[in-house]
């Protein structure tokens, strides 16, 4: 168990739907990352929060929001679904704003779109 | 283009031989990570290296970032089935240290 609490874990909808995907941090980061991972793309940075702020995007569609919550417990909804989101969804989660020491990710939730 | 490549993209060996997974770019990283994935989870961190010429070892696990800090290598002696899984390197750049760069990875299989 990494700390870092991913739910559900695995998510099955019909296109055109929408979806919550819920991250709990690692006791005591503050940083949330999201990324998703498809076996052609490999993994990608989708959005970073810090204490409750948006810290920066990556490559996240317009369909795709976030937030971080004062808890600091974060939730990625994913609307107007298309077959080409399925994929794994990953969480990580850092004391500090940077990345450079490493991730504790989560073991994901798997979204199937049909 | 991806800005780190890993290669080679699989590999399948059996129990006992050595191997070596690189991971290169021709960006400069501040630091560099390497972590493994099994299936069903999420990628666990194995290493961060920081300094150019940097050698890590955690246990038959050998790790090298390059003197440029453009490149990094991952070498395992004696391989086992447990070390079976996908081996991901991701690089931190300087101004956008917030996040990670993860290259595709590569998948070893260690046969018994």
């Known amino acids: 168990d990494s700390g870092v609490t991913q739910t559900p874990k695995h998510l099955i909808t019909a296109t055109g739907q929408r979806v919550t995907l819920r991250c709990s941090p690692r006791?005591?980061?503050?940083?949330v990352y999201w990324y998703q991972q498809s076996l052609d793309q490999g993994l990608q940075f989708l959005i970073h929060?810090?204490?409750?702020?948006?810290?920066a995007k990556g490559n996240i569609l317009e369909r795709f929001s976030a937030q971080q919550f004062p808890d600091l417990h974060s939730e990625l909804n994913l609307s107007s679904l298309e077959l080409g989101d399925s994929a794994l969804y990953f969480c990580?989660?850092?004391?500090?704003?940077?990345?450079?020491?490493?991730?504790?990710f989560g073991s994901g939730t798997r979204l199937t779109v049909v | 283009t991806q800005l780190l490549e890993q290669s080679p993209q699989f590999l399948s060996i059996q129990e006992g031989e050595n191997l070596t997974v690189y991971c290169n770019s021709s960006?400069?990283?501040?630091?560099l990570q390497w972590y493994r994935q099994e299936p069903g989870e999420g990628p666990v961190l194995l290493v961060t290296?920081?300094?150019?010429?940097e050698v890590k070892k955690l246990k038959r696990l050998t790790f090298q970032f390059g003197d440029a800090r453009k490149d990094s290598s991952l070498h395992i002696t004696a391989a086992q089935p447990g070390d079976t899984g996908l081996y991901l390197c991701?690089?931190?750049?300087?101004?956008?240290?917030?996040?990670?760069?993860f290259g595709k990875g590569t998948l070893l299989t260690v046969n018994p």
């Open positions: 006791s005591g980061d503050l940083s």
């Open positions: 991701a690089g931190a750049r300087g101004g956008s240290n917030y996040k990670l760069t």
């Open positions: 990580a989660s850092t004391k500090v704003q940077s990345g450079s020491y490493g991730y504790t």
């Open positions: 290296v920081v300094t150019g010429g």
């Open positions: 929060y810090y204490n409750g702020e948006e810290r």
């Open positions: 960006s400069v990283f501040s630091s």
